[in-house]
């Protein structure tokens, strides 16, 4: 299908500099533009592509000011970023789904599958599991027993949700994702360590997305909590217990101990670290590699272990860098004072 400029720019809210009839037909990177694309312009590092660009369509923020001219027709908008993403929405909810039962499946005899659902080839779908209308269970996918999932949902190959676990609607689960493993629990003992029962589960709201290989822990007792609109990256870990804002978003590799509270609107970039049985208050955001050891009230960006101001921690690794220089200046000074005194 193709859509002119004019089309697009009425669904984004956007103002067309260039041929209102120009039509596109695909995406690409506007460093990758060909004919009949659209491409986006957000990032200043990226404007020198613009010149050359062979897109037939660049959505642009409206406050860029070019250097001279250009061939391809501009979308000015107000957050290009944004207008993208909504155009990738719409052009993903455009395909087509796949719906029906592979007969490879498995689903029990006791389990409830919705209306225009697809399961797919050795799937498995466990005792008194309700699966709600329009989900997407795809080839492998593990769903044990006494587990809801609401309508709308995509759980892509080798996801494995464990007995008990309740999902809302629209949550996607990427490949190898597991929700409702055993939370780490373990007495130790005289010979070695007794395993505590994780009798909890874990509940996940709407519109959730996990990515890849993250792990949602099923909690001691009570339930593990990731609330509405959350989105995780891929080799993520989620300890037992733990609770997850609304809103909040983690890149990969962050490590969330059990028990801990995250509050609603938190970003944490990669290999964040958080101990357990703290509490982080809403919109903290955490710059990629912190260790957080203690509770954080909330409101503040905050970088490094324990995690400061970005401005105090990088004028700290600035001198970091300079301790072995330092030291050896500290022990000439020592040196030379020792000979004065004598």
Known sequence: MEF????????????VEGNNNAAV???????????????????????????????????INEDVELEKPVATTLIRVKNAYESIAKLLQIYEASKPKKTGIAPQAYIAPTAKVGKDCYVGPFACIGE?????????????????????????????????????????????????????ADGFGFAPNADGYDKIPQIGIVTIEDNVEIGANTCVDRSTMGSTIIRKGVKLDNLVQIAHNVEIGE????????????????GSWCMFGGQVGLAGHITIGDKTFLGAQSGVPGSIKGGEELIGTPPMNPR??????????????????????KKEIEQLKK
Not at 4 to 13: L, M, P
Not at 163 to 176: D, E, I, Y
Not at 250 to 258: D, H, L, P, T, Y
Request: hydrophobic residues 35%; proline residues 3%.
């Open 4 to 15: 002119t400029a004019e089309q697009i720019a009425s669904v984004i809210g956007g103002k």
């Open 25 to 59: 037909h695909t995406f690409a990177k506007i460093e990758e533009g060909v004919e009949g694309a659209i491409s986006f312009l957000s990032n200043p590092k990226y404007t020198h592509y613009i010149y050359d660009t062979k897109s037939s369509i660049v959505i």
């Open 128 to 180: 008194n599991t309700v699966i709600g209308d329009g989900c997407q269970i795809y080839p492998h996918a593990v769903v044990g027993d006494n587990v809801k999932i609401g309508s709308g949902c995509i759980l892509y190959p080798n996801t494995t949700i464990y007995h008990g676990c309740k999902l809302g609607n629209n949550v996607t689960l990427h490949a190898g994702s597991v929700i409702g």
């Open 247 to 262: 809103n909040t978003v983690m890149s990969a590799q962050v490590g969330i101990a059990g028990s801990t509270k995250v």
């Open 312 to 333: 105090a921690y990088f004028k700290s690794q600035a001198i970091f860098r300079r301790l072995p220089d330092m030291y050896k200046d500290l022990a000439d000074l």
